[in-house]
């Protein structure tokens, strides 16, 4: 049997493979179920630098999401890449009849417990902090760094060498490995893709070593790195047509946009929203700002960012203005504000703090997102917007643009076939007592009717951060690569599970080499 960590390496456009073993071996499949007792003997006895937690636990039972818990038999505290394989081999050794099975966790922000695992393993991959990061500043900058290296992390020291990420989430406090195996997307998409495709090289924890990879644990990635900013303008403005929104953002990320960051969400029936808004931006023109109501209407703001340096300052008001001036929002909810580089990406952080003083941010997270074909966004707009949701009260609902050709189709994330498709993210966020419209059992019959439309409706929608209990979903999520996928997660997957708690496919049952 061989476990390995394969490097990708890409050159231009061009995503090259480089395996090198780490592990050789030769093992007997277990086929008989061993007792629990006989399980933590096993892990006790494995040779590694780090050290498994039997007893303290509960933590690794809970995520971002809030709506399943699955306790693990331990928690493995890694010191070193070869740690997490030698895991992972011993998983894998055991055969289908011990039922281990074995989960990387990050900073715990899944949404459904994919990175649980019950009566299993589950890997504390923020415990590879240690191995630290590895700068290199030449013409092509890149940071190698651990796969369970924070983002904010990532930021703060690539500042120190004037340099930056490409590609991010809108919230940094999640690891490398964590993002990356989800693709990572966020406003700066349309021009760089997700983050994963600004990846030089992975470092990834397989089965064994083979010509295409797709399940592993990310242990390492380069990540490409580009001059920083010094400052953001950061500007907000309201359409009442979605057509024109569509339209506007659509133009905005066509060709060279002067903005770096693109996004936008839909406000429903929300009382003072401008006002609300003077926390944090600043009006163009007070006096027209404060005429403008948004109580029981549908909205759409257009979020942009400029980055820039002080001394452009001039010129890059000029600009914006003159960018600004080709679109057709509604003239006097133009808002804006001037931050420096750190605060603008680290801006939801904000955010997660006052909501964890009030005791809302350990709540549950019942998210929907999707991924929807340009051609059929006006349709769902009209519906959604207009016959299913009522306002946006429980969390963000963001709606954004993306470019096709800016996203690895090597991956195993599925996004439509049109050149341009949508980012639409209901974040919602429930109150755990309520059996009102802010509670679960509301935004979960309100997540299966957007669904059950985009399915009658035939819109060609893919979710983003899928979740589904039967063979029957997956295989129509992923139409003509079912088959590759499962023929792939049969043979390589440890966990051998698309979701805790729900068998999918039968153990991975190891190869004899």
């Known amino acids: 049997m061989r476990y390995a960590v394969v490097s990708f390496t890409r050159q231009g456009n061009m995503l090259f493979l480089r395996s090198f073993v780490i592990l050789f071996l030769s093992c007997m499949t277990i086929k008989t179920n061993l007792c629990f007792p006989s399980l933590v003997s096993s892990l006790k006895t494995l040779p590694i630098d780090g050290h498994f937690d039997f007893e303290q636990v509960r933590h690794a039972a809970k995520d971002f999401g809030n709506r399943c818990s699955f306790l693990p038999l331990a928690v493995l505290h890694p010191k070193s890449v070869s740690d997490v394989a030698t895991t992972v081999k011993h998983v894998w050794q055991m055969g289908p009849g011990s039922e281990l099975t074995v989960a990387a966790r990050g900073h715990g922000h899944s949404l459904q417990g994919q990175a649980q695992a019950p009566g299993g393993v589950v ?7 240690g191995l630290g990061m590895q700068f290199h500043t030449g013409n092509f900058p890149y940071v190698d760094v651990s796969g369970g290296e ?18 991010w989430t809108d919230y940094l406090h999640l690891t490398v490995g964590g993002t990356l195996s989800n693709a990572g997307i966020s406003g700066q998409d349309f021009r760089h893709g997700p983050q994963i495709s600004n990846v030089h090289q992975l470092e990834v924890v397989t089965a064994f070593s083979e010509d295409s990879v797709k399940f592993g644990i990310i ?3 380069r990540i490409s790195l580009e ?4 400052m953001v303008k950061w500007i907000r403005v309201l359409y009442t047509d979605f057509a024109t929104f569509a339209k506007d953002q659509e133009k905005l990320i066509s060709g060279e946009s002067m903005f770096g960051y693109i996004e936008g969400f839909v406000i429903i029936n929300r009382t003072g929203l401008l006002n609300n808004w003077r926390s944090s931006f600043n009006p163009q023109d007070p006096v027209q700002a404060s005429k403008f109501k948004s109580d029981g209407r549908t909205l759409y703001c257009l979020e942009l960012a400029k980055y820039f340096n002080r001394d452009e300052t001039a010129d890059v008001n000029r600009e914006i203005k003159s960018s600004l001036s080709q679109l057709n929002h509604v003239p006097s909810t133009l808002f804006l504000s001037e931050v420096p580089y750190i605060e603008f990406l680290d801006r ?5 703090i006052k909501l964890r003083s009030k005791g809302l941010w350990e709540v549950p ?17 009209q519906y959604v917007f207009g016959n299913i949701l009522t306002d946006t009260s429980n969390g963000p609902v963001l709606i954004y643009p993306v470019n096709k050709s800016k996203w690895d189709n090597r991956t195993s994330v599925v996004i439509p076939e049109e050149d341009v498709f949508y980012l639409v993210a209901f974040l919602s966020s429930a109150v755990p007592s309520s059996t009102g419209s802010d509670g679960l059992d509301h935004i979960l019959i309100q997540n299966k009717r957007i669904l059950e439309f985009c399915e009658i409706a035939r819109l060609g929608v893919k979710q983003y951060l899928p979740h589904y209990p039967t063979q029957r979903e997956w295989k129509a999520h992923f139409g003509s690569r079912w088959e590759v996928f499962a023929r792939r997660k049969s043979s390589y997957d440890p966990l051998a599970m698309l979701a805790p708690g729900q068998r999918i496919f039968q153990k991975a049952i190891p190869y004899s080499q």
């Open 227 to 230: 001059p920083a900013p010094e």
């Open 348 to 352: 939801v952080h904000i955010s997660e």
């Open 123 to 129: 890997i504390n991959m923020e415990s590879l902090q």
């Open 219 to 221: 242990t390492r990635a």
């Open 150 to 167: 924070l983002w904010i992390n990532i930021l703060r020291q690539s500042l120190k060498h004037g340099l930056a990420p490409k590609s």
């Open 365 to 381: 997270h019942p998210w929907l997102n999707l991924l929807i074909p340009r051609s059929k966004i006006q349709i769902f707009a």
